[in-house]
């Protein structure tokens, strides 16, 4: 600001105090008059509400205005009232008119325009809804034209106009954008041009999420990034939480089965998928005359094809001469190394597909590494790659018209699966499979648990939200009308299933959305009371009225204030008070601007998975409750798996794609991003285990949802917080290791801990020896829920802690290509009579011990890349892990030995991966 630049850009969680920032730098540095936008009239009236921290001589009537009529020192309004577009546009509605003939044209549904102008006046005639929607959907794209082209303003209605021009005429010396990541369409593109409009104040953005500008019009996001410039100061979560200006708080997730029903369902398109491979897996059946020499040449390959000519090629037989040919649509590669690199994805997706199917791989091609195997994947994780290949590489290319159909019935198979493959890939689409999934009655049912154990733990205290995606939907597809109806997903569901349990019938819940009120028949007389009292304070023209819904009551309202943002803000003060302890809402109604302190327990039912919409969701748990100062939020999110079929993790991954940006704490007081702060387990891939365990893990999660205290200290509140990323590698051992240390002074037995410590010590005395890694970075270990035990380098920079991580990852994994080996041996000991009947002072001195190898371990790249550093790492291998020497494996009797020792050695140690922060 000192130096005259106009833009600012914040990006800080919510409840961190953006507001009051805002207002700050407003009325402490810039001190001119400024105009606050905002995306709602909630939020427009938390900037009014927030100016009385301000000490000034002007009354708050003189200070400040949310009315577009009068604009005040401070005059905070919503983006609807100065972007509004005009509602009726001769010239605009003439080009829809115009752009929908000629798209008729262009698509073959009309010969010329006066064709298509009979067509369009036939439909205005028969079918006005429908034309109404086609004709809106044509103006859009007219207006956002015309928009993109600096003519926004010009597109407004005249109240907006007017509101513009008012404000410009008492000037606007600063232009606070609340929320700003909406700004990527219609409102940018308004403001942007309206800038010149307001003679250019300073410009400041304020946001809890960056936009996602996947998928966005190119122009938007140039606009965008012009406007607001690059990001000047961001705050993550974390560090406002050990700040003390958040609550804390802990991700939980409950796992269910679809019911048996949907489980039917499931397991009958998963016999069509198998079906399919099955199929395609054999050459489909091809005529002599199914070959278009012509077209052959046309596709550049016409020398190759005649030998298939005569016998297509199915699935299994493409892939054997693909990978022995290394051929990739732009030639064949000279080497593997060089056909993985131009298509890693194939190259690891195609040896999985083979290995699931039994099938050989050529011989030029190297064997999966144990980590990558088709097992440790879900199948649609490699049957998707493989397929997709297999349809634009081979099948579209090929001159046989057989093959073409193949292509085509495989596209519409899989679109009914959820992939749809395009010209340049395959991408994720809606399918049947995935919304049983996602909108499972079980994923509704699991509320009654969760609540009743957040009850036990919380008592009168509690607060309680559950958030679905929708009150009820009517797009329901024909083939799962059996399956779910309207209310199935929905706030309206998990309303039913509160008032059917009578420990969570206890919370009095209401039901909150855009179009309805519910609420419990028992606190009927409660509800209008209060309700009548609250609107009669505020001097509300509100006339409440309750009718009888099965059993529940339905509440309506009428009367010139009755509206969402009145209901919403008197039933918040309801649920503030206690005369509800739990609400069910839409994302919608109860995401941004909404504002609850109190909520200490969120069940999030949706469905969404943009950073920007998880951000805003979990941010209303957040927020510091000043009646309970050692608040922790306990975040549940609810997942539907069947781990049995190839499309049973989709509501998982699903639930990956929301904690992707997602920070929490972790047992050993890291800062985690992603699912694995969860828990452990829980991998971008699948959750490990998860098939013999769900019941472990929601037992798992009952319990901490209860040691609130427990994971506040792992927060360590107060404690700086300078998030720097480090690498880190999570372990979890089949058991016990096994043994003593094989020194004679050991006492205690190798655990997970104590053996991934010492070989930690092994391998980081190694790098900083060699100069490999800067000796400021110390080893860190800590104890993780589920036995999993986390290694890393701490005060390191990334690129250290990543060169440590490998090498933790190559020595703990199994022996894949080593060019060294190391021996580990422990101790074996057994009492004896005397050791037994002695003294333990004394008698450990008769305990029989024996030396035995427990495994050959990697050396790991980074040290074995001459003998000299493989002597340096067996002197700190032999002090902190095991006597031995390094066996040189690439040849001779070490060839030998490591192949024995892959033969005998089955390596089933788990691990990830992780980038953590602290």
Known sequence: MATGQKQLHIVAPPGSGKTVLGLWLWAELIQQRCLVLSPNSAIQSQWAARTDLFKCDLSSDEMVSTDPQSPSLLTSLTYQSVTMPARKNDLIDEQAIELWAQTLIEEGQAMDVGEANVWIDDLRTHNEDYFRKRFGSYRKKIRDEASMSGESVSLLHPSSQATLQRLADQGVGVLILDECHHLLGHWGRVLSDALEILSHPVVIGLTATPPDTSGKDARDVQRYEKFFGEVDFQVPVPAVVKDGFLAPYQDLAWFVRPTDEELKFVASVDRQLEGLIEEVCVAPKSSSTDVDVDEAENVGHKAEIESDAEQPLGLIQWLGVTLESLRLPTGEMSDWKSFSKRDPQFSLASRQFLASRNQPLPENVPELPALDSHESVPGMEYIVPVLDRYVRHYLRRSPLSVCHDRATQLTESLRLLGTQITETGSRACVSPVGRVMAWSKNKANAIVPILRQEIDNLGDSIRAVVIADFEKTSAVSTELRDLMDEETGGAIAAFKVLLSDEKTDSLEPILLTGSTILIDDEIEAEFLQQSQAW?????????????????????????????????????????????????????????????????????????????????????????????????????????????????????????????????????????????????????????????????????????????????????????????????????????????????????????????????????????????????????????????????????????????????????????????????????EREQTFLSRILPGIIGKYFVKSKNVLARLHAVPDALCKNKSAVSVFQKHWNEHVSPGDAIFAQRGEGAKTLEDAKAEQKIKTVMHEKEIFH
Not at 645 to 654: E, L, Q, S, T, V
Not at 787 to 803: G, H, K, M, P
Request: aromatic share 8%; net charge negative.
């Open 535 to 827: 609107l009669a304070e505020r001097e509300l023209q509100v006339e409440l009225t309750s009718s009888v819904v099965a059993d529940f009551r339905q509440i309506s309202g009428s009367g010139r204030d009755w509206s969402p943002r009145v209901y919403v803000e008197m039933i918040t003060e309801h649920f503030q008070r206690g005369l509800t302890q739990c609400l069910v809402g839409t994302r919608g109604l109860l995401g941004e601007g909404w504002d609850a302190n109190r909520i200490n327990v969120l069940i999030d039912l949706t469905t969404v998975t943009t950073s920007m919409s998880i951000n805003q969701l979990r941010g209303r748990s957040f927020r510091l409750d000043p009646g309970w100062k050692e608040k922790l939020a306990n975040n549940w999110d609810v997942v539907c798996v069947a781990s049995e079929f190839n499309k049973g993790f989709d509501d998982y991954r699903r639930f990956c794609d929301k904690h992707k940006n997602l920070f929490g704490v972790t047992d050993d007081s890291a800062i985690e991003k992603g699912v694995g702060h969860v828990h452990p387990a829980f991998t971008e891939i699948k959750p490990e285990g998860i098939e013999k365990s769900v019941s472990v893990i929601n037992a798992e999660m009952l319990e901490r949802s209860r040691n609130r205290d427990g994971v506040r200290e792992t927060w360590k509140i107060g404690e700086p917080f300078r998030g720097e990323a480090v690498s880190a590698i999570e372990l979890k051992m089949p058991g016990s290791p096994g043994g003593f240390p094989p020194f004679s002074n050991s006492t205690d037995a190798w655990t997970s801990g104590s053996l991934t410590e010492a070989i930690g010590n092994a391998v980081l005395a190694s790098l900083t020896e060699l100069k490999l890694v800067q000796p400021s970075g110390s080893l860190a270990t800590g104890q993780l829920v589920g036995n999993y035990v986390r290694v890393f380098l701490q005060n390191a920079t990334l690129e250290d802690s990543q060169i440590f991580s490998n090498a933790m990852k190559q020595i703990l994994g199994p022996l894949d290509r080593p060019r060294y080996m190391i021996p580990r041996s422990v101790d």
